[in-house]
């Protein structure tokens, strides 16, 4: 089993930055998610990390604006969020997978989730 605890959510103004944390334990994970959902619309995944080796990958729409880390010896995994839009207002979750396969984005493709934080940007 897999626990995943997820913090560093709150409100900030547009262009403002905040860090999210994602503790985990439990059985060796091969890679960590963060995915969001706002309120009607579907869940959809924001950034990727693979922990053995630290590759990344991001969607689109937080390119050059999201960093997705790792801290294999605290088994945690952050993700600094900068130049926030009201946009990007969502629950934040932490994913995790034990098993490789599946494209990154789906969250079928995760067996582990967090309770999720909530992270409101205003204009």
């Known amino acids: 089993q897999v626990l995943l605890v997820e913090s560093g959510g709150g409100s900030v103004q547009a262009g403002g930055s905040l860090r999210l944390s994602c503790a985990a334990s439990?059985?060796?994970?091969?890679?960590v998610a963060w995915f969001r959902q706002a309120p009607g619309q579907e869940r959809e995944g924001v950034a990727l990390?693979?922990?053995?080796?630290?590759?990344?990958a991001y969607a689109e729409s937080v390119k050059g604006r999201f960093t997705i880390s790792r801290d294999n010896a605290e088994n945690s995994v952050y993700l600094q969020m900068n130049s926030l839009k009201p946009e990007d207002t969502a629950m934040y979750y932490c994913?995790?997978?034990?098993?490789?396969?599946?494209?990154?984005?789906?969250?079928?493709?995760?067996?582990?989730w967090g309770q999720g934080t909530q992270v409101t940007v205003s204009s």
């Open positions: 990390i693979y922990t053995r080796y630290g590759t990344t």
């Open positions: 439990g059985y060796t994970i091969s890679r």
């Open positions: 994913a995790a997978s034990t098993r490789v396969g599946g494209s990154w984005y789906e969250p079928r493709s995760y067996n582990y």
